[in-house]
């Protein structure tokens, strides 16, 4: 962890508002969302929490407009999700909850994906017989 005492009580303050906010995940269903980006955290700082919270089970990249990395983090429910833009991260976070909001599908996609397999399921398959 970082040398400097103000940092350090940060972090520190860090954790305790994950630890917070994960129990209220654990006893309400709660979510939470903080905005590491928000926060006066060097790269040296975010390496520390991300050693201290430890990795999980669960990682996933996805390519949209840059691209994001999301994983769990030892804790079940808390969750890194870091959001990279052309030449810097874009967006940093730590999420609470069952699953990081976006990798839910959103409904309005759902929709437009039902619609395209009705119409793909009228039409025979590659290789099917006419």
Do not use: Y
């Not at 103000?6 to 209220?24: M, N, P, S, T």
């Not at 999700?81 to 976070?93: I, L, S």
Request: aromatic share 4%; hydrophobic share 45%; charged share 30%.
């Amino acid at each position: 962890m970082t040398a400097d005492p103000l940092q350090r009580d940060l972090l520190a303050a860090l954790r305790h508002e994950i630890a917070v906010c994960l129990r209220a995940f654990a006893e309400t269903g709660e979510t939470a969302l903080i905005d590491l980006g928000a926060l006066p955290l060097g790269r040296a700082d975010r390496e520390a929490l991300d050693q201290n919270l430890g990795r999980g089970e669960i990682f996933a990249r996805i390519d949209a407009a840059g691209w994001s990395e999301i994983w769990e983090t030892g804790f079940s429910g808390v969750w890194r999700v870091r959001h990279n833009g052309a030449e810097h991260v874009a967006v940093d976070q730590i999420e609470i909850g069952p699953c990081p909001k976006i990798l839910l599908s959103d409904p309005r996609d759902a929709r437009a994906a039902a619609r395209r397999l009705d119409e793909t399921t009228l039409k025979p398959l590659s290789g099917d017989a006419a």
